[in-house]
């Protein structure tokens, strides 16, 4: 198969037309080596998960993640990156997430125009009853045993959640006013953390896409050889 029968599948899922004006979404490298036969997926490309994609051979790298500058021994490589359009996409990665946490069903039917980036990232889901805020915390334990969260206004139990996978701190007021009483995404600051109004849940920037790469996987299997790169989250 071609390199781009790669960008076509990942197109057709979460197209790059979708993605933010300041990303690097699409060709990190574009070496001209048109066959494809097995590709590395991973969150980020580093120089260990460059290093593990040639031991393995790959012919391609498709990662989450893009690179703002791209070291010259990488350049033998071709690697795709699906960034903030893999963010909106249906089924991308906050609803990825949503649905590993058995949430799914609840999930909020998404706006087909949205008016806003929170709009466009943020997805909603309302609980047919609230659960205590102690139950939720184990419930996403299941996938970020390290989570961290902020409870200013000591709220005992919520109904509505807000979603971010990734950096989404910027919109927690977003979250507020569209009535969720808590909010989970990843990276959050600590200034952010003191003025909200919500309960706010850091679940880890890696935790909370890692999760996405099972999707690709199955966007590109049927046609590609696929293998995952050993990546952990940087935190200990």
Request: charged share 25%.
């Amino acid at each position: 198969m071609l390199r781009q029968d790669v960008y076509k599948l990942v197109d057709n899922f979460a197209p790059y037309s979708t993605a933010e004006k300041w990303d690097c979404s699409g060709w990190i490298v574009d070496n001209q080596s048109n066959i494809v036969s097995k590709i590395m997926l991973c969150l980020t490309v580093t120089d260990d998960v460059y290093e593990q994609a040639k031991k393995e051979n790959c012919d391609l790298i498709l990662s989450h993640h893009p690179l703002f500058f791209v070291p010259i021994k990488y350049r033998d490589i071709n690697i795709l990156c699906a960034h903030t359009n893999l963010d909106k996409a249906i089924s991308g990665t906050t609803d990825t997430l949503i649905e590993k946490l058995g949430l799914s069903q609840y999930q909020l039917q998404i706006p087909i125009e949205p008016k806003n980036e929170a709009e466009e990232f943020v997805r909603y889901v309302a609980l047919p009853k609230s659960v205590a805020v102690e139950d939720f915390i184990k419930l996403l334990r299941f996938v970020s045993p390290n989570l961290r969260y902020v409870n200013n206004k000591n709220v005992n139990s919520i109904k509505k959640i807000a979603f971010c996978s990734g950096s989404g701190s910027e919109f927690i007021p977003d979250a507020s006013n569209n009535g969720a009483d808590a909010y989970v995404t990843g990276d959050l600051k600590f200034h952010t953390a003191l003025d909200s109004e919500i309960v706010v849940f850091d679940i880890g920037h890696f935790e909370s896409e890692i999760l996405i790469l099972n999707r690709l996987k199955k966007l590109v299997e049927k046609d590609f050889e696929v293998i995952f790169a050993n990546e952990k989250s940087p935190f200990l």
